[in-house]
């Protein structure tokens, strides 16, 4: 069995909203994965592909792994995290590779003219 995350969703979500951010907004998130082979990161990204995320693989930072950030817009709720964190470790633990977590950009409340 897989450590606890270092940051569980709960607590990035509560940052997330500490840093100002409106989590009753759409937030394009960013889901990070990385796998030994290109040969796995590209079975990985059909995929993630057909869970509807926008993907993006590259090398990673160290020799021999590839990276992929999968990106999907969506509410910013713990339950779907979760959900996601499941699916997304068992594609990665599939391809002898891990799940990094997430990351989203603060958006703010919009404005009333």
């Known amino acids: 069995m897989d450590p606890e995350p270092a940051f ?12 100002g951010s409106d989590l009753t907004q759409v937030h394009r998130i960013d889901f990070f994965l990385h796998f030994p082979t290109q040969k796995a ?13 926008e993907t993006n693989i590259e090398p990673g930072k160290t020799a021999g792994v590839w990276a992929i950030q999968a990106s999907k817009s969506m509410y910013p709720v ?14 990665a633990v599939a391809g002898r590779g891990g799940y990094d977590g997430w990351k989203a950009k603060v958006r703010e409340t919009p404005r009333k003219k």
């Not at 990985?44 to 995320?53: G, Y």
């Not at 964190?85 to 068992?90: C, I, N, V």
Request: glycine content about 2%.
């Open 41 to 53: 990161a590209e079975k990985a990204q059909m995929q993630l592909i057909a869970l509807a995320f």
């Open 8 to 19: 569980t969703d709960s607590q990035a979500l509560a940052q997330l909203a500490k840093s």
């Open 78 to 91: 713990e339950s779907d995290l979760l959900g996601l964190r499941d699916k997304l470790d068992a594609i």
